[in-house]
C-alpha cells in the first residue's frame, strides 16, 4: 500500500507594532491548492517581535492535518534566525534564561514538531503578494478596536525555574 504524499502547504506571515511596544497585530496566509485562509487578530500592547512569531505560531495551529511540508515566508529576521541558525534549540536547551518570549517561542516549539517546516525569508514592502496581504492584515488587526491582551507582555524575560 503506497503512503500518501505529505500535504504542501505555503505560509506567508507578517507581524505589525504601532509603536514599539504599542498595539500590534499579525497577518496570516495559507495556500494550499486552490485553497486560501487569511488569520489576523490584534492587540492592545505589544511588540513587532512578538507579532512576527505570533503569526507564524497561528498559522502552523491552523493546519488539521500532521507531517505537513511547510514553507513559511516572513519578513522577520527574528523568527527565521532563531530557527534556521539553531538559537532556539539553544534557549531551550538553557530554558530561555533572560530570553524574551519564551512563551511564545515554547508555543512554536510544540507544534513546529508536528510538521517538517522550511522559512525563506523575504524582504519586507518587496512587492511579494503574500508578503504585502499579511502586512495589510496586519497593520488593519494591529488599528482595530476591541484588540485582545498580549498576556504574554510585558513579562519581558523568562521566569522559567530550574
Known amino acids: 500500500m503506497a503512503k500518501e504524499p505529505s ?10 507594532s504601532l509603536g514599539n511596544p504599542g498595539p500590534g497585530g ?17 492587540f492592545r500592547l505589544t511588540t513587532n517581535n512578538r507579532m512576527e512569531l505570533m503569526a507564524v505560531i497561528v498559522g502552523l495551529e491552523a493546519l488539521k492535518i500532521p ?3 511547510v514553507t513559511v515566508y516572513t519578513d ?8 534556521e541558525k539553531g538559537w532556539l534549540n ?15 517561542w515554547m508555543r512554536f516549539y510544540e507544534i513546529y514538531q508536528n510538521h517538517s517546516v ?8 518587496a512587492s511579494i503578494p503574500g508578503n504585502e496581504r499579511c502586512d495589510q492584515l496586519a497593520v488593519t ?8 491582551e498580549d498576556v504574554g507582555y510585558p513579562l519581558g524575560v523568562s521566569t522559567l525555574s530550574d
Open 141 to 148: 488587526a494591529a488599528n482595530g478596536i476591541n484588540l485582545f
Open 118 to 125: 522550511k522559512f525563506v525569508w523575504v524582504k519586507g514592502h
Open 26 to 42: 499579525f497577518g496570516t496566509l495559507l495556500l494550499h491548492g486552490n485553497l486560501r485562509k487569511e488569520i489576523s487578530s490584534g
Open 76 to 83: 522577520s529576521r527574528y523568527v527565521v534566525d532563531a530557527v
Open 90 to 104: 539553544n534557549w531551550i536547551r538553557n530554558r530561555f534564561k533572560g530570553k524574551k518570549n519564551s512563551d511564545l
Open 67 to 69: 507531517k505537513c511540508e
Open 7 to 16: 500535504p504542501k502547504i505555503t505560509i506567508y506571515t507578517d507581524g505589525s
